[in-house]
């Protein structure tokens, strides 16, 4: 299988991929899950409103079920908006099967094609980091061809975009071009091609939250959308089922005004530009949980690639030193990687928006500083299911060629932004997208 390096700081203890979030089993979910239907689809029930669509039946030889609840649109630092979620794939019959092409279409009307996913997108085993392989092993591991030999499943990652939320549907289907059984008689595989998988978009309300840090120059690594990146294809089994709690995930982190992550002796956690930043309260909230104590890790060595260390990885400190927060409504804001002793907030207590948290560090699952934010629909650091959101107000600055970051080293030495050619404008209402770089009031 071919060998793709990422750099240290984008893996996990758990998945191999992302800086895995961690916990223990969360309340119920505020939406039902996006399920598969055999002949209609029922968009989410929270939202108030029902849109049936039609599927004709067929025999599947690959089934398509949706990881997670209704997908959320939400406005980028592109001007876009961005739709994103999961697709397990399960061959389900004796004969090999591949997937050649994926058309994402209007459920209302299935000739219009909203987005088209090719054999190139799907598997390329020559493409590092990017909006490709997005057809992966279970949970989330690469693979070199497109086949799905008899009885094994693979996880699609979805992304596309609207240029306004008036061009989204109610509901889309999911058009599969590939081989396999043409029926269950069927003992060699054939042409398959069928429409499959309504997904009804949520209209839940987007949260829009205060930044979680403040300052100029800071790096939004490991963003939405691309499945090349983590946190996007941070996908794992945690209580008898796939889930991705970091989704929308962020790791934040700070370059001087030179775009490099530290100066001086990259082996001091005190040299990075980020550490010890203080971590902001998004929003007036509750406290949930916190974790505190953890001793700050040796920059460059990630603990789930170190033997010794990996072995004291849990799924309750792999995140280090961490804080919970309940924002009303069913949404949680979850901040880790903290420095020990920093922590200023405990069970029970009320923060109010920009109120200080804690401070920046390299704890838990991390080979450099950065703070892991994101937001999710329960309290279980593993369970609950991402939420997008999107930010009162910050400065766009521009982007971090993903380039740099791939050939980074696991210190992330070097110049990421060239900041003579910044150019700082006011944007509200919108979530910096992967390696967006972004200043904060």
Same mark, same amino acid.
């Given at each position: 299988?071919?060998?793709?390096?990422?750099?240290?700081?984008?893996?996990?203890?758990?998945?191999?991929?992302?800086?895995?979030?961690?916990?223990? /089993?969360? *309340?119920? #979910?505020?939406?039902?899950?996006?399920?598969?239907?055999a002949? !209609?689809?029922? $968009? +989410? @029930? %929270?939202? &108030?409103?029902?849109?049936?669509?039609?599927?004709?039946?067929?025999?599947?030889?690959?089934?398509?079920?949706?990881?997670?609840?209704?997908?959320?649109?939400?406005?980028?630092?592109?001007?876009?908006?961005?739709?994103?979620?999961?697709?397990?794939?399960?061959?389900?019959?004796?004969?090999?099967?591949?997937?050649?092409?994926?058309?994402?279409?209007?459920?209302?009307?299935?000739?219009?094609?909203?987005?088209?996913?090719?054999?190139?997108?799907?598997?390329?085993?020559?493409?590092?980091f990017?909006?490709?392989?997005?057809?992966?092993?279970?949970?989330?591991?690469?693979?070199?061809?497109?086949?799905?030999?008899?009885q094994?499943?693979?996880?699609?990652?979805?992304?596309?975009?609207?240029? /306004?939320? *008036?061009? #989204?549907?109610k509901?889309?289907?999911?058009?599969?071009?590939? !081989?396999?059984? $043409? +029926? @269950? %008689?069927? &003992?060699e595989?054939?042409?398959?091609?069928?429409?499959?998988?309504?997904?009804?978009?949520?209209?839940?309300?987007?949260?829009?939250?205060?930044?979680?840090?403040?300052?100029?120059?800071?790096?939004?690594?490991?963003?939405c959308?691309?499945?090349?990146?983590?946190?996007?294809?941070?996908?794992?089994?945690?209580?008898?089922?796939?889930?991705?709690?970091?989704?929308?995930?962020?790791?934040?982190?700070?370059?001087?005004?030179?775009?490099?992550?530290?100066?001086?002796?990259?082996?001091?956690?005190?040299?990075?530009?980020?550490?010890?930043?203080?971590?902001?309260?998004?929003?007036?909230?509750?406290?949930?949980?916190?974790l505190?104590?953890?001793?700050?890790?040796?920059p460059?060595?990630?603990?789930?690639?170190?033997?010794?260390?990996?072995?004291?990885?849990?799924?309750?400190n792999?995140?280090?030193?961490?804080?919970?927060?309940?924002?009303?409504?069913?949404?949680?804001?979850?901040?880790?990687?903290?420095?020990?002793?920093?922590?200023?907030?405990?069970?029970?207590?009320?923060?109010?928006?920009?109120?200080?948290?804690?401070?920046?560090?390299?704890?838990?699952?991390?080979?450099?500083?950065?703070?892991?934010?994101?937001?999710?629909?329960?309290?279980?650091?593993?369970?609950?299911?991402?939420?997008?959101?999107?930010?009162?107000?910050?400065?766009?600055?521009?982007?971090?060629?993903?380039?740099?970051?791939?050939?980074?080293?696991?210190?992330?030495?070097?110049?990421?932004?060239?900041?003579?050619?910044l150019?700082?404008?006011?944007?509200?209402?919108?979530?910096?997208?992967?390696?967006?770089?972004?200043?904060?009031?």
């Open positions: 299988m071919t060998t793709r390096r990422v750099p240290t700081l984008l893996a996990s203890a758990l998945t191999a991929v992302a800086l895995v979030a961690a916990g223990c /089993s969360s *309340d119920a #979910a505020t939406e039902p899950a996006a399920t598969e239907a002949n !209609t689809t029922t $968009a +989410s @029930p %929270a939202a &108030g409103s029902v849109a049936e669509v039609t599927v004709p039946d067929a025999f599947t030889a690959l089934t398509m079920i949706p990881i997670g609840n209704p997908p959320l649109p939400f406005k980028g630092t592109d001007g876009k908006y961005h739709v994103a979620y999961d697709l397990q794939l399960t061959n389900a019959t004796k004969v090999p099967a591949s997937v050649d092409k994926i058309d994402v279409v209007d459920g209302a009307d299935p000739t219009t094609v909203i987005a088209s996913f090719s054999a190139a997108e799907l598997v390329d085993p020559d493409c590092v990017g909006d490709c392989n997005r057809l992966r092993d279970l949970p989330a591991g690469y693979v070199d061809t497109a086949q799905i030999p008899p094994e499943s693979r996880v699609l990652f979805i992304d596309y975009t609207f240029d /306004s939320l *008036d061009q #989204a549907p509901v889309v289907l999911h058009h599969l071009y590939g !081989t396999g059984a $043409a +029926s @269950p %008689a069927f &003992g595989p054939g042409p398959i091609d069928y429409l499959t998988t309504p997904v009804a978009f949520s209209t839940r309300t987007v949260p829009v939250i205060a930044p979680p840090v403040r300052g100029e120059n800071w790096v939004a690594l490991n963003g959308c691309e499945p090349g990146f983590p946190h996007r294809s941070s996908v794992m089994s945690v209580n008898g089922k796939l889930n991705n709690s970091q989704r929308f995930a962020i790791d934040w982190k700070r370059t001087n005004d030179q775009g490099e992550f530290f100066a001086g002796d990259k082996n001091h956690n005190e040299s990075y530009v980020d550490y010890g930043a203080e971590i902001l309260a998004v929003a007036n909230a509750t406290v949930v949980s916190v505190d104590g953890m001793d700050a890790n040796a460059g060595v990630l603990p789930a690639s170190n033997p010794e260390l990996a072995s004291k990885l849990t799924v309750e792999v995140d280090g030193n961490h804080v919970v927060l309940d924002l009303g409504g069913g949404v949680y804001a979850m901040y880790a990687h903290m420095i020990s002793g920093s922590v200023t907030v405990k069970p029970g207590d009320k923060v109010t928006e920009g109120q200080v948290l804690g401070k920046l560090g390299n704890t838990g699952n991390a080979n450099a500083s950065h703070l892991h934010f994101q937001l999710m629909d329960g309290p279980s650091l593993l369970e609950a299911d991402s939420l997008p959101y999107e930010l009162k107000g910050f400065d766009y600055a521009g982007q971090v060629p993903p380039q740099r970051i791939a050939d980074a080293d696991d210190f992330l030495s070097g110049t990421f932004v060239d900041t003579a050619d150019s700082p404008e006011p944007r509200r209402g919108e979530l910096p997208l992967n390696l967006a770089v972004v200043d904060f009031p």
